[in-house]
């Protein structure tokens, strides 16, 4: 049985949250994210502000349903590389290199997407669909790591060495995504998290330009490190070695 077709004036619902959401991110690009209001956005648009309360109930959903899109966008990027790239390079640093390549060609996106407080226990449909969508993505960098790590294990720390609350938290996080890894190799995972995370974060707010105009090569670096962390190959995007 074919599917009914929406009809028009679900069209033109689909078509007006479209362009809401379509205003909203060339504020947010041309102006910043203090700039993005509920009335901004109805200006722009020739409506009244409580007419654009009929496809968002607040200021929050509709930053929410740009988060959401951002993510999707930014996943849908990185699996695009990932899938395209050749077969011989580790898909890890494929990930990492399309992540980058999506942050610094969308700064205020990006600033938008990981600036924006996860959703409440009251969150709405839409608040909660942006929590999704950035589980999906964080969940592209976890999965690959234990894929690593369950074809080829790699040196991990020695719980019994961590101070106790330390090795309790890593207990609980690995019991949250599933035992996909265990408490020791989700520390070395975080770590690595947190330092390719961070860097480009510092790139993308422009906190290095005191020292770096050129993050590029420090981000390599960063990456054959991992590498070496997972024991994988490193192929620079360079053309020449990073580390002795």
């Given at each position: 049985m074919l599917e009914a077709l929406p009809g028009r004036r679900e069209r033109v619902r689909e078509a007006t949250f479209?362009?809401?959401?379509?205003?909203?991110r060339g504020i947010l690009v041309q102006h910043g994210r203090q700039a993005?209001?509920?009335n901004a956005v109805a200006r722009q648009m020739k409506i009244s502000g409580p007419a654009l309360y009929r496809y968002f109930a607040s200021y929050d959903e509709l930053i929410a349903s740009l988060t959401s899109d951002f993510f999707q966008e930014l996943t849908a990027d990185i699996v695009a590389a990932r899938e395209e790239a050749d077969r011989a390079v580790a898909p890890l640093l494929v990930m990492s290199r399309a992540m980058r390549k999506w942050a610094i060609s969308h700064p205020?996106?990006?600033?938008?997407v990981f600036a924006s407080p996860l959703p409440s226990m009251t969150a709405t449909k839409v608040e909660s669909a942006a929590s999704e969508a950035?589980?999906?993505?964080g969940r592209l960098f976890l999965d690959e790591v234990s894929a690593i790590w369950h074809s080829k294990r790699f040196p991990v720390p020695d719980l019994d060495e961590m101070a106790p609350a330390h090795a309790d938290q890593l207990r609980a996080y690995a019991t949250q995504i599933g035992n996909v890894l265990p408490p020791e190799a989700a520390h070395?995972?975080?770590?690595?998290?947190?330092?390719?995370?961070g860097l480009l974060c510092m790139e993308v707010l422009q906190q290095?330009?005191?020292a770096l105009r050129d993050v590029e090569p420090f981000y390599e670096e960063c990456l054959e490190q991992l590498c070496q962390t997972f024991g994988l190959e490193y192929g620079s995007s360079l053309g020449r070695p990073l580390l002795a």
């Open positions: 479209r362009e809401i959401k379509d205003v909203a993005v209001s509920v205020q996106e990006f600033g938008l950035g589980e999906a993505f070395v995972f975080l770590s690595c998290w947190i330092r390719l995370y290095l330009e005191f």
